[in-house]
């Protein structure tokens, strides 16, 4: 389904008896009010730049993918032989062939290091750029999540064409992916569904069959007439008129034609949704390109299954990489053919690359000190590497860079001042960035 995450209430100062008259729309609609309160208030954007996350979830081998050391010990190089690219000098894995001929695209950068060894936490480390560091159960210490990036441009560049600025396709949630101590307006729309299957659609951005457009107008103008009464009672207005833009905007998303349009996979040419992969990750890859060229800011797609610690090279010849491989090419191909790679920015990125050396079970366990991650797109210097690892992939030779200056660097690819404060949900400033310096050899 498509739903906005982590909502807890539906509605906010309506009572009960108008939520049962209101119906269906309600519950399609009651929630996007408290993201689309986001739209109000927001400043022009410095730049007309989109940004699509391809999230590989669990953390990629970077020794097995794009860092491949053909030299080192078996036990650290694996079972993979590297193959040419299209930049003279550099390989990749065997098993990403349409990747290695998008590599002119790519600005690889191996120098980024956390101190996050599991998942939750190395998650918030390169989602937000801000440490968080967990109890002995997991939990992170202390009361403050900070916000993800696609909720930092959320606040900062706000809606466009009418469209809401954060989404995220996952079959689950990803940790840290919403707005933190900004509040829940500015957390991501769910996509939930496959865009795979031949029945894909959206709810929210749909009305639903059961009820029809009639019913949806009735409903409507029941609210609008809820909403006069409270008016009249309240002659303040304030948050009662508030409310009725939020719903009207609303109601204006889930009849948008330029809505339905970009969640219409149906239609692109067949050929071009088979260059993608007839997968989830793939269809919603393609979605991805078709938001970002109908307004949407922020897309984040999920690569689930990348936690490799037993089974590495099986479960990375087949699926993970083939599938990961058909994407990532067919959106910087597609977004080069149709002059998108100026105002579109594409990070290939996990939580943390794995162990060079091979483990007992022949996977790879966590590794926080070498994480190998690609941008493309607009601003970006591509077909280059920033920094390089030792001969076995352990560590960082020379000048490393925190998640911070990884941030830095996203918020100034997007336009973003990230000397700003923000204020967080007990009143206190937090800086965007916490004294980040961008990666300047990642910029054209």
Not at 11 to 25: K, M, N
Not at 210 to 223: D, M, W
Request: hydrophobic letters at 35%.
């Amino acid at each position: 389904m498509f739903e906005i995450s982590n909502r807890s209430r539906t509605c906010e100062g309506i009572s009960r008896r108008a939520l049962l008259q209101v119906g269906s729309l309600g519950m399609f609609g009651l929630t996007l009010p408290k993201l689309l309160r986001a739209e109000q208030a927001q400043p022009v954007a410095k730049k007309d730049v989109n940004f699509i996350l391809l999230w590989t979830n669990g953390g990629l081998s970077n020794i097995d993918t794009l860092d491949m050391k053909p030299q080192a010990p078996v036990e650290y190089r694996g079972e993979f032989q590297p193959i040419s690219t299209n930049m003279p000098g550099l390989s990749v894995c065997e098993h990403l062939p349409l990747m290695s001929q998008q590599m002119d695209k790519v600005c690889q950068v191996r120098t980024i290091t956390h101190q996050g060894t599991q998942h939750s936490e190395a998650t918030h480390w390169m989602l937000t750029g801000y440490p968080q560091v967990p109890d002995v159960n997991g939990a992170p210490v202390g009361s403050t999540v900070y916000p993800c990036f696609g909720s930092v441009v959320s606040k900062e560049l706000g809606w466009k064409n009418g469209l809401p600025p954060y989404v995220q396709c996952a079959s689950g949630p990803i940790g840290y992916s919403g707005g933190g101590y900004l509040g829940s307006a500015y957390n991501p729309l769910m996509v939930r569904r496959n865009p795979q299957d031949k029945d894909f659609s959206v709810d929210d951005v749909s009305i639903p069959t059961a009820v029809g457009a009639e019913r949806t107008q009735r409903r409507r103008r029941i609210l609008e007439k809820l909403d006069g009464w409270q008016r009249q009672i309240d002659k303040s207005g304030g948050a009662v008129a508030d409310r009725g833009e939020f719903y009207r905007q609303a109601y204006d998303l889930i009849t948008s034609p330029v809505a339905k349009q970009a969640f219409d996979l149906s239609a692109e040419p067949e050929a071009l949704r088979d260059r993608y992969g007839r997968t989830r990750e793939g269809q919603a890859t393609l979605l991805a390109r078709r938001l970002v060229e109908a307004g949407v800011r922020f897309v984040t797609v999920d690569f689930t299954g990348y936690d490799t610690h037993v089974n590495n090279f099986i479960s990375l010849k087949k699926p993970l990489l083939p599938t990961l491989d058909m994407a990532w090419s067919a959106l910087l191909s597609d977004l080069s053919d149709r002059g998108m790679l100026s105002n579109t920015v594409v990070l290939c990125a996990g939580e943390f690359g794995r162990t060079p050396r091979v483990n007992g079970g022949a996977g790879r366990d966590h590794w926080h000190l070498t994480n190998a991650i690609g941008f493309s797109g607009a601003g970006i210097r591509m077909g280059h590497i920033v920094g390089q690892t030792d001969a076995k992939c352990e560590f960082v030779l020379g000048r490393t860079n925190t998640t911070l200056d990884y941030a830095a660097t996203i918020f100034r690819l997007m336009g973003i001042d990230d000397t700003q404060e923000y204020i967080s949900n007990d009143g206190r400033p937090i800086l965007i960035n916490n004294g980040g310096r961008a990666i300047e050899e990642v910029f054209a």
